[in-house]
């Protein structure tokens, strides 16, 4: 009777080796053969914290993929910055301006090709008024209190003549309130309380988790990042959204839970202005403030937005500051009304090529006619 026992345990232990084994054969062989070269995922550029800012590891290239209707190559170049120049050297050239352009996931401009962003937009629309060359300093995610983290660590030693900062709707809130990430915590955040800044928060160095390289796997390329499979949307497509703020999604935000704290917003707006132009003046550059349109809005014949309330305080806190200050949304706008062609793609709300070049375009002119 034991020695019955013990052969149908072995042969168990048989089988489950055997079904072990064979699993383990077939992700092997999605990683390395389906979701390389089958059916490719997306390539994701390793992440580092040099001079107290997240960026990406230099020398880095591959294809950013999302979904079937994204496939762009991109170049991390020596200072860990998504770029066509391979290096941002910081002697100047003479007679030739530089700009810095910078923000978050619109300004790292993984969704198009490397030399396709505003940034190379707005450079080629300004050459007629001589040699222009253009720095991208942009990583996903960044709100607009780590954009002085990035001006005042990098940005500045580049010496620019102009320091170009693309604000979008997130980037309010998300300057005080922490969200989930894998390094949201190394972003510079402000202590905002009952509608003053009180202080601001250092980011604290980034360093790879125990799973991190699990994040650039051939099977998480694909699944994660070029299909967005997310454990929560799986939820959320299932029983809905656990809650939902009063005003709905608008702009890419959730614009109720934002507009709720509209004290906080404007203080944290009209801090974080007034630090990026002390910063520029300090070294001897002008500040543009540049900010995103609700395209959505636009694209399905709507003007009441309420995420343009957040482009308003924008601009009032630009106008006390004496800081230029251009609205892309009106621009957006008459380029729809003309053309009706969409800024975004259909599986991802980051702006298109043409997006981009509308946007740099528009950014060249300000720039042109300023004094």
């Not at 070294?283 to 937005?305: P, Y």
């Amino acid at each position: 009777m034991a020695a019955r026992t013990r052969s149908r345990l072995r042969g168990l232990l048989v089988n489950l080796a055997v079904m072990a084994g064979t699993v383990v054969i077939f992700l092997a062989f999605c990683e390395f053969v389906v979701f390389r070269f089958v059916l490719p995922g997306s390539d994701v550029p390793r992440n580092a914290f040099v001079n107290e800012l997240v960026r990406y590891a230099p020398g880095q290239s591959g294809h950013w993929r999302v979904r079937d209707d994204v496939d762009a190559p991109f170049s991390i170049n020596g200072e860990g910055w998504n770029s066509p120049l391979p290096t941002y050297p910081r002697e100047r050239r003479p007679g030739v301006r530089r700009i810095a352009f910078v923000g978050d996931s619109f300004v790292e401009a993984l969704q198009v090709p490397f030399d396709r962003s505003l940034a190379e937009a707005a450079g080629e629309a300004l050459a007629f008024t001589g040699p222009v060359e253009t720095y991208r300093y942009g990583i996903a995610g960044a709100p607009m209190s780590q954009y002085v983290q990035m001006v005042q660590q990098e940005v500045v030693q580049a010496r620019p003549d102009t320091i170009v900062v693309l604000l979008v709707h997130n980037d309010f809130d998300e300057s005080f309130v922490f969200r989930p990430g894998r390094y949201t915590s190394s972003f510079r955040k402000l202590d905002v309380q009952n509608g003053k800044v009180v202080g601001e928060l250092p980011p604290t160095p980034w360093r790879p988790g125990p799973v991190e390289f699990l994040r650039r796997t051939a099977t998480s390329g694909f699944f994660l990042y070029r299909w967005q499979v997310r454990p929560q949307a799986i939820v959320d497509a299932i029983l809905g959204p656990a809650r939902a703020a009063e005003g709905g999604y608008a702009a890419n935000v959730e614009i109720g839970a934002v507009l709720v704290r509209e004290a906080d917003v404007k203080a944290a707006t009209d801090h974080v202005v007034g630090r990026l132009k002390a910063l520029a003046q300090a070294a001897g550059a002008r500040l543009q403030l540049v900010m995103d349109g609700d395209r959505a809005a636009i694209e399905a014949g709507r003007d009441d937005s309420p995420a343009l309330k957040l482009n308003a305080i924008a601009a009032a806190a630009a106008a006390r500051h004496g800081v230029p200050f251009l609205d892309l949304h009106p621009v957006f706008a008459a380029e729809w009304a003309a053309k009706h062609k969409p800024f975004a793609f259909a599986s991802d709300a980051h702006w298109n090529a043409y997006g981009h070049a509308v946007a740099g375009r528009a950014v060249a002119a300000a720039l042109a006619a300023q004094p």
